[in-house]
């Protein structure tokens, strides 16, 4: 069982590397396919949601970004190995959350990615989400092949360097999505008031 | 122990195909053997190791680009995705198909204005991948006659002369620009060309650090953390790469793919 997993990433990222050959010609599947997880939303050119790419989640379900549309997510990247900042970016996201008692989990959601891909199996990111009591109902964390989270981390302006020996410099920011997977608000650096974060989502949610 | 032996046979299998990339290189591809150099930029000193891998000994011509999106509509002019390049996206092309009047000017030259994403893109579709910021400058090391040149002055100098000319009309086929010791054509003199981690070079401080984005670093405090100053060409480079988003295509910004053994 155990040879399973790197088995089956392998064949998924053999799969999903050139794989937008049909996109043109299986057009009418593809909506229909989409049009079952985007409701009503179709997505715009600029939707984080246009990456094709395949992610798990910490309960080793394999998704697509978007099928995270539909509500505000908030979304940071960090890896569980990191000892000082990335508790920081957990607990910057804890105090947004913090604020945003009027909202249902329906409404607002928060993503955490993984930057540690080798490190960060399900398992353990399932782990470090019951370590940090993470709401299951809010928070999610996701992982894919390096190249995928290099890709979504160049979108979210993230800068980040595997130097090996485990740590990781990267950048520390918060990014605000709204339900259409646009990138509409973020939050730089480390330990910032949250206010003009919240303020977006509040003001994000009152056109929803 | 089915599972222990179907994964062995698959690394078995691994292990002959490579043997096999060894022996008949994959056409207009050659062999950069591995090695360590010292990165211009890098938190410390320490030697970066770069593993053999193989290269593209040519930037991808407009002509190979243009078969790219005619296999790959969700690549033509018309198609992209604003998310995955910019308005100036093949600018000079005159539309979804066609080079416009210069195509014979311009086919066997570089492509330029493209982005990140369709460079990634291409590659992945030729079965490749863009080379590593550290690979590419490793390759780059290379004067006609050294795989590392990086102690040969002269060989600086007539980088910086290449740099500092400006881009002529018509980029020159990529056949007729200098050629260094891997056989690599253009790796200085003809095109910037983007690097799969190119967002990563610059990082600066350390992880308990804010950084600071779009904090371009041409200058100033910029070089403070230049390895090897007298390698302006390669500081330039890393300053360039640093000015990018992955959505950004530029005029003079072009790529070439690796492949790794």
Known sequence: ?208 | MIFHRLFLLILLVGVCCNVQAQKSLPKNMVNVKGGTFVPLYGSDSIPVKVKTFLMDVYPVTNAEYLAFVNKYPKWRKSAVKKLFADENYLKKWDGDLSLGPNAAKIQNSPVVNVSWFSAKAYCECQGKRLATVEEWEYAALASETKANAANDAKFYQRSIEWYSKPNPAYLPPVKESFRNYYGLHGMIGLVWEWTQNFNSAMVVGESRADVTMDRQLFCGSGSDGAKDVKNYVAFMRYAFRSSLKANYTVANLGFRCAKSI
């Open chain 1, 1 to 208: 069982m155990k040879y399973l997993l790197p088995l089956s990433i392998l064949l998924g990222l053999a799969l999903s590397a050139c794989s937008d050959t049909n996109t043109t010609e299986a057009h009418g599947a593809h909506q229909n396919a989409e049009a079952t997880i985007v409701a009503d939303t179709e997505l715009s050119d600029i939707s984080l949601y246009n990456l094709e790419s395949e992610w798990q989640t910490e309960d080793n379900e394999t998704i697509k970004l978007v099928q995270l549309n539909g509500k505000v997510q908030l979304v940071a990247m960090m890896y569980t190995n990191c000892t000082y900042a990335c508790p920081r970016i957990v607990a910057d996201l804890k105090r947004i959350e913090a604020k945003l008692d009027n909202y249902k989990n329906g409404e607002v959601g928060i993503v955490l990615v993984t930057m540690d891909p080798e490190n960060d199996t399900p398992a353990k990111l399932k782990q470090f989400a019951a370590d940090n009591n993470l709401d299951p109902e809010r928070w999610i964390l996701l992982t894919s092949s390096e190249m995928n989270i290099q890709e979504l981390a160049v979108l979210l302006n993230m800068k980040y360097k595997n130097g090996g020996k485990g740590e990781i410099a990267h950048s520390n920011i918060i990014t605000v999505l709204n339900a259409g997977g646009e990138i509409i608000h973020q939050q730089e650096g480390l330990g910032k008031d949250p206010d003009e974060t919240v303020k977006t989502i509040d003001g994000l949610l009152q056109n929803i």
